[in-house]
């Protein structure tokens, strides 16, 4: 089971800063990647961030650079994304999900939260 949970409120202003951790139970994110998505309304679904287990590689979406930072802490069995100096473009809801570091489809899903970012 993946848990997503989030850290401030579900609107923020263009510029500030918010925090996604993605609880992981059920089984261990050790020799999991995991990544963040989101999909934004009449949009696909977009891979912003991902993390691998062993080298801990990371990989960001163009439009997120910059300014999104995935992390993970195995022992918590937690993935973040902290994200800074968020645009209203980044309005959407967002989605972790984890996958074998051997396979390239993700299996593990969280459930989704709004971020909504206006003035």
Known sequence: QVQLVKSGGDL??????????????GFSLDYY????FRQAPGQE???IACI??????????????????????N?????YLQMNNLKPEDTAVYYCAARLDSLSVFEYW?????????S
């Open 12 to 25: 923020v202003q263009p510029g500030g800063s918010l925090r996604l951790s993605c609880v992981v139970s």
């Open 33 to 36: 990647a995991a990544g963040w």
């Open 45 to 47: 679904r977009e891979n």
């Open 52 to 73: 691998n287990s062993t080298d801990r590689s990371t990989y960001y979406a163009d439009s997120v650079n910059g300014r999104f930072t995935i992390s993970r802490d």
């Open 75 to 79: 022992g918590k069995n937690t993935v």
């Open 110 to 118: 969280g459930q989704g939260t709004q971020v909504t970012v206006s």
